[in-house]
């Protein structure tokens, strides 16, 4: 049997499906350059038929992509796949992943087919996907619920026309690890030539289940794992790469397998996602929570310094973790900078990028003593995600705070070149910010979603603010950081508006999956 388990990344497809995590185009070729970085096999770029938007989204991911296959989901129709086709054209290496429901409640309910059409209907859409490419992904949607027979029956068919790769979803987590095992078992032992395909899994997480079902499945011999990172999905997401990796490197004396990837990298991959989705890490996360190699307990903490492994089964430096946080000051220059995000796997696009970086980092450390890790990586992320030109910036802030008395603030920004000043009342100062700004931008926006982190310890931490804001269907997240939490939230409400006023279009995922 094969050994290596072949890591399928679908952050940036079913990921994206999350409600509020949709991504502009730039956004998702950043996901996808680190998940290269990562040694990722496959990065499923999303869903080319769903909007001009999504096609031209996969193709600029196949065009920047080298060292990965990048893939296109496409349900089972001739539009869908040749809309992928086309998508995945440039890539170097392509696959087009194409999939149709085949459980009773999906065939009656939702296509109205029988199984006979359904089959009918694979078989019609590998053919269509093989005018494209060799490497062609089928997919029996909520396989979790199907009959064993059909599924023995429509993969069987499937493969005679060419798939390789045969993917079993548990689309909506309706499976426990034994259960699925034995499923997964007996489709490699019953379905004719299932030495000749890569068999893959693709679980949800609706009863917390995804990652253990996941891994019973490589178990009874699947080679291939469809999950994304910081388990980012629909409904209650999708297995977690990061623990999907890190478990079957290390338990090697239960699995017979291994990945490529780069763990070091997936820290950052972690903390781009979340940055650009808005979606917090919540601290207790496994792998990539802030507390994940944290000790408190004495008892604990005695046991990790006498001999790490009495309570640490992995070394938080081969996660991405650095054991040394406290990297740099006031008083370094400018290629310690750069090395220090070089040794982070922090990309820089240019000298000019590197150079307006380098100047926010001396703004920084002006307020902060102690400059963390965190920090650079935030403030790498809020200078990549920052507009070019920005047409709402701001330029000076009061805020008045006081028991008893109503908040207040007073903004002075820059609106197309052109200075404005703004003042308002509100519940809080965040509030007073956000209201003052929209006396000169009346935005017309809905706020959906305000959410604060705070980067690194200590009460001189920035803080991280995600601000998502919505208007005419588009829906964008803003991101600002600072020593100053109102500030940030100002710089947050700023940076959704620039995106809204540039027309950067999130992407509006359309649903459709596995």
């Not at 004719?192 to 949800?204: L, T």
Request: aromatic share 6%.
């Amino acid at each position: 049997m094969n050994n290596e388990l072949i890591i399928f990344d679908t952050t940036l497809r079913d990921g994206e499906q999350s409600p509020g995590a949709s991504m502009t185009r730039d956004e998702k070729v950043r996901i996808a350059r680190q998940l290269e970085r990562m040694r990722v096999n496959v990065i499923e770029a999303g869903f080319a038929a769903a909007s001009n938007g999504d096609f031209e989204s996969v193709r600029s991911i196949a065009e920047a992509i080298k060292d990965s296959t990048v893939c296109s989901l496409a349900r089972a129709n001739e539009n869908d796949i040749r809309r992928a086709g086309e998508a995945i054209k440039p890539a170097a290496s392509g696959r087009i992943h194409t999939f149709i429901a085949t459980s009773p409640i999906h065939m009656e309910k939702k296509l109205r087919m029988s199984p006979d059409q359904v089959v009918e209907q694979a078989v019609k859409a590998i053919g269509w996907a093989r005018e494209f490419t060799d490497d062609v992904e089928f997919s029996a949607e909520d396989a979790g619920r199907s009959e064993l027979d059909f599924l023995c029956r429509i993969f069987d068919a499937v493969i005679k026309a060419g798939a390789t790769t045969i993917n079993v979803p548990d689309t909506v987590g309706y499976n426990l690890p034994q259960q699925f095992a034995s499923t997964i078992g007996q489709l490699i032992e019953r379905v004719p030539n299932s030495d000749k395909v890569v068999w893959s899994v693709h679980c949800h997480n609706d009863l917390g289940l995804a990652v253990a079902n996941s891994l019973a499945a490589v178990q009874a011999g699947a080679r291939q794992v469809e999950c994304t990172i910081n388990g980012l999905g629909e409904r209650a997401g999708n297995a977690a790469l990061e623990e999907i990796v890190m478990t079957v490197r290390t338990r090697s004396d239960i699995f017979d397998c291994d990945t490529r990837i780069d763990t070091t990298q997936i820290v950052p991959a972690s903390k781009l996602v979340s940055g650009i989705t808005g979606f917090p890490v919540q601290p207790n996360k496994a792998i990539v929570g802030a507390n994940a190699f944290s000790h408190e307990s004495g008892i604990h903490q005695d046991g990790v310094l006498k001999h790490r492994e009495t309570y640490e089964i992995m070394r938080a430096e081969d996660v991405g973790w650095h054991a040394n946080k406290l990297v740099l000051g006031k008083h370094s220059g400018r290629n310690a900078f750069r090395s220090r995000l070089e040794e982070l796997g922090v990309a820089i696009e240019s000298e000019a990028h590197l150079n307006t970086a380098f100047a926010r980092f001396k703004e920084l450390a002006d307020k902060k003593h102690e400059i963390f890790d965190e920090d650079l990586q935030v403030l790498m992320s809020d200078e990549a995600v920052t507009p070019a030109s920005e047409h709402f910036r701001l330029i000076s802030s009061c805020f008045h705070s006081e028991t008893g008395e109503t908040p207040r603030a007073k903004l002075t920004l820059s609106v197309g070149g052109k200075e404005a000043r703004a003042e308002s009342d509100g519940s809080g100062p965040v509030d007073a910010a956000f209201k003052a700004i929209e006396q000169v931008a009346s935005s017309g926006t809905d706020l959906l979603l305000y959410s604060v982190n705070a980067i690194t310890t200590g009460t001189d931490a920035q803080g991280e603010v995600t601000v998502r804001l919505a208007r005419d269907g588009k829906v964008v997240n803003g991101q600002g950081a600072d020593t100053d939490i109102v500030v940030a939230s100002a710089k947050a409400y700023l940076n959704a508006l620039n995106k809204l006023h540039s027309n950067i279009q999130k992407l509006n995922p359309q649903g459709q999956g596995v």
